[in-house]
């Protein structure tokens, strides 16, 4: 059983192009977030959110946009894509403060 | 913010008790602190978590001072399967700081 699905695991794309990754976690966790890891392994945390709300939302371009449909899904939509785009984007999910539970990433690349 | 410090990198022998260090002198009190571990190609995995003094589990110990402005991991007796990247993480519900990552070497 999945705890922290994304989709896809791979994206190879053009610049200029919009795309987005989907998350799901199946373990009642009321919280969720978008990391992002570049190459050199740093991990950057982009967005939080808390039974659909948005608690955190550091400072990224305006161009990727969280989106919560529902407590269960926290997907990530990205315009206008570029170059420096290029990384591992990592859904996870927790318990409030408790230990968070991480997805698979999604390998970004743009041409 | 409480932004943390880690060593790049360890090497250690299968065997032995690693420890690895995280310094946090800007850890707030409502601060947790937080141990990950992470394959290549994986997302992080939990290792463990504590606000002050020792915890222990199944797989590791994490020792916090009293002026909770350090903490250390401790994986007993590491096989050549530790060899990973450990994250340590201070920060509470709203505000997080993930490290740069130890990348620990296990060699036979």
């Known amino acids: 059983d999945t705890a922290v699905s994304q989709t896809p695991k791979y994206l190879v794309t053009q610049m200029g192009n919009d795309k987005s990754i989907k998350c799901e976690q199946n373990l009642g966790h009321d919280t969720m977030y978008w990391y992002k890891q570049d190459s050199k392994k740093f991990l950057k945390i982009m967005f939080s959110?808390?039974?659909?709300?948005?608690?955190i939302n550091e400072t990224v371009p305006n161009r990727f946009s969280p989106k919560s449909p529902d407590k269960a899904h926290l997907n990530l939509h990205i315009n206008s894509l570029e170059l420096g785009d290029s990384a591992v984007y990592f859904c996870a999910s927790s318990q409030v403060t408790r230990e968070q539970f991480f997805g698979p990433g999604t390998r970004l690349t743009v041409l | 913010l409480a932004k943390t410090t880690q060593p790049i990198s360890m090497d250690s022998y299968e065997g032995q008790e690693v420890n690895i260090t995280c310094s946090h002198n800007n850890i707030a009190t409502n601060d947790y602190i937080t141990w990950y571990q992470q394959f290549p190609s994986q997302g992080p995995r939990f290792i463990i978590q504590g606000y002050k003094t020792k915890v222990t589990n199944e797989v590791a110990s994490l020792f916090i001072p009293a002026d909770r402005k350090s903490s250390t991991l401790s994986l007993p007796r590491v096989s050549l399967s530790d060899t990973a990247v450990y994250y340590c993480l201070v920060g509470n519900f709203n505000k997080f700081y993930f490290g740069s990552g130890t990348k620990l070497n296990v060699k036979p």
């Open positions: 959110y808390n039974n659909k709300e948005l608690i």
